[in-house]
Structure formats: structure tokens, C-alpha cells
Nanobody
């Protein structure tokens, strides 16, 4: 049974775009604030974007203006559209509920080549 399942990562050149998805169990997703996190090698996991149930969003300064978070409440899915990607965006990306995080999924690897 799916709790959190991230997908859509890959290898992209700097300046390119990628959209990643996170499918969540309904019990986690409903009425929850959902967040996208990332963890680069040797670094702590950081929150990059969040979205409330009816669409209000927040972004880390490092991605503001380049990344867009969205959600489809009918599909219990949250998305992260990433544009103008930089090598420093390379990381494993995860989603989770905010607060009361549940067990982390496997994440999806995003690699940006220079």
C-alpha cells in the first residue's frame, strides 16, 4: 500500500526543466500541507516548497521564481515543476506532509549537468 511514492526524476542539462510527482495515500494527503524536500550528498534534507490544501504556496529562496509546486486533490498527488535548473539543484527529492511527517518514500533522483 502506497504511502508516498515519488517519480519523474532524471538527468537534465543546466537550464532545462523537469516535473516530478508524488502520489500519496489519501489518509496522508487529505487536508494536509504537502512539502517537497531535497537532500544533496553530504548535506541535510531541506524543504524547498510547500502547498496547503487550497493552494497557498511557499518556496525556499534558492528556488523561488524557478520552481512551482502544485497539487491535484482528486488524485492525491503533488507536483514540482522545476525550470532553469542548476547543478546545485542536484539531489534526491522527497515529499512529505507538514507537520506530522510520515515514513519517507524512496525519493526521486534529479541530476543537473553543467
Amino acid at each position: 500500500q502506497v504511502q508516498l511514492a515519488e517519480s519523474g526524476g532524471g538527468l537534465v542539462q543546466a537550464g532545462g526543466s523537469l516535473r516530478i510527482s508524488c502520489a500519496a495515500s489519501r489518509s496522508i494527503f487529505t487536508m494536509a500541507i504537502m512539502g517537497w524536500y531535497r537532500q544533496a550528498p553530504g548535506k541535510q534534507r531541506e524543504l524547498v516548497a510547500s502547498i496547503a490544501q487550497f493552494g497557498s504556496t511557499n518556496y525556499a529562496d534558492s528556488v523561488k521564481g524557478r520552481f512551482t509546486i502544485s497539487r491535484d486533490n482528486a488524485k492525491n498527488t503533488v507536483y514540482l515543476q522545476m525550470n532553469s535548473l542548476k547543478p546545485e539543484d542536484t539531489a534526491v527529492y522527497y515529499c512529505n506532509r507538514i507537520p506530522r511527517a510520515v515514513n519517507w518514500g524512496q525519493g526521486t533522483q534529479v541530476t543537473v549537468s553543467s
